[in-house]
């Protein structure tokens, strides 16, 4: 098999493309293919001296999937750090995005074949690129490439530096949704991570904020999607979806009204709610996937939750019982619960049968949410300064009686 062999720094390009040419006139006889192969050379040093990069480019691409169906994934390696190399030869930041885009264009057009090292070389890119909407550009290309290749293990690491690439990107709105719902759905596809996917999702629907109706339409499959989302993960009991109009939308849509709706119970209401709702629309609920066993199980603990943020901070036995419509046998194991999924923080008054609640996570985090927050802050500051004064006033009366001690010493 051919290998690439560099004979200097300076003609890697050229080497590159007479590599290239050899490799796609080989069957031609050496005849016809020298003088071709010559042609291409010669063609490419013009290119070169002429600072033509970006034709550059795109004659070392024309025999690109020949490469990566004949060669080594090392030779491949090789022959792509090349022609990616070629975005630092050029200072005009408009030939660079296009010749970024021209590379990795090439590059996932077989997302199948070798997926890993195609995606591996457009990393590479995007760490040539000194420009920030290039580097968005190669980074859109690789989430794709990870879905359709299969490969989205390689790249959620870098989901963890999203917010500094957005500072770094600085794109508009309508990159933001895409590149959102791309790593909502490749977060999907690795299975790997629920809350990844759903967390995406919701930025997603969050970009929506005061949209006409028109572009909120574009919104609604995927409102329907996170909404069923959040309803099926057994480990997420609170969001802000009833706060975002990309998701309010469904309440009046004659197709996802009841999508809607189930939102609210979860978010809002009780078990008994959402029997009643499960009875009234059963095979709705089975057409999105959902279990119904799985959503008693969520909604009880929601319940609890919403029994603690609501009974004064005592729980009785018999009010849990009634509420999660169990066993009077079961009522300590759903607070236990409850704890383990971290929603309550709580002690079990077995003689009183009560639960004594420290802390409950809020459903839902809104303006009702915020003026009691504010309240609870107003009289903690209140009770500290209580507690400033009265050390300050028993300091003094205690100075007092030391100077007089001494007084009297005198």
């Known amino acids: 098999m051919t290998t690439v062999v560099p004979t200097s720094e300076e003609d890697l390009s050229l080497s590159i493309v007479r590599f290239t040419s050899e490799l796609a006139w080989a069957d031609a006889g050496p005849e016809v293919a020298e003088p071709q192969v010559e042609r291409l050379c010669v063609e490419a040093q013009e290119l070169m001296v002429m600072n033509r990069w970006l034709d550059l480019v795109s004659l070392m691409l024309t025999s690109a999937d020949l490469i990566f169906s004949k060669v080594s994934e090392k030779d491949l390696e090789c022959v792509f750090t090349v022609i990616c190399n070629a975005v630092t030869k050029s200072e005009d930041p408009d030939q660079i995005l296009e010749m970024a885009k021209l590379i990795s264009a090439k590059i996932v057009q077989q997302p ?18 000194n420009i920030p909407y290039g580097r968005f550009h190669v980074y859109m290309k690789s989430l794709n490439l ?30 933001q949704r895409e590149l959102f719902l791309t790593i909502s759905n490749v977060s999907r596809e690795s299975k790997s991570s629920a809350k990844d996917s759903f967390k995406f999702l919701t930025k997603y629907l969050a970009t929506f ?44 849509d004659a197709k996802y009204a009841l999508v809607y709706q189930l939102l609210k119970i979860f978010m809002t209401q009780r078990l008994d709610a959402y029997l009643e709702f499960q009875a009234a629309n059963s095979a709705s609920l089975k057409s999105y996937g959902l279990v119904h066993e799985d959503c008693i199980t969520k909604m009880r603990l929601m319940s609890l939750v919403d029994l603690g943020s609501s009974e004064s901070g005592q729980i ?21 619960k409850a704890i383990s999924a971290k929603l309550l923080d709580c002690k079990m008054d077995q003689m009183n049968e009560v639960v004594v609640v420290s802390r409950c996570t809020e459903r839902v985090f809104g ?40 007084v009297m010493i005198r």
């Not at 504010?374 to 006033?393: C, F, H």
């Open 146 to 175: 990870a879905i359709n290749g299969k490969v989205a293990e390689h790249i959620v690491p870098s989901f963890k530096k999203i917010d500094s690439f957005l500072k770094e990107w600085n794109i508009g709105i309508k990159d």
């Open 209 to 252: 904020s005061g949209e006409d109706a028109h572009a909120m339409d574009d919104a609604k499959e995927e409102a329907v999607r996170a909404v069923v989302e959040f309803v099926k993960a057994p480990d997420m009991f609170q969001c802000d979806l009833l706060e975002m109009p990309a998701v309010g939308q469904l309440e009046k």
């Open 112 to 129: 199948n074949d070798r997926p890993a090292l195609r995606l591996k070389i457009l990393f590479n890119l995007y760490n040539l690129l």
């Open 367 to 406: 303006k009702q949410q915020w003026v009691a927050l504010r309240g609870k802050l107003t009289t903690w500051k209140e009770n500290i300064a209580n507690v400033i004064s009265t050390i300050q006033a028993n300091k003094i009366t205690e100075d007092a009686s030391q100077a007089t001690q001494g």
């Open 316 to 336: 009785p036995y018999a009010l849990i019982r009634d509420t999660l419509q169990i066993n009077d046998d079961e009522v300590e194991t759903w607070v236990v």
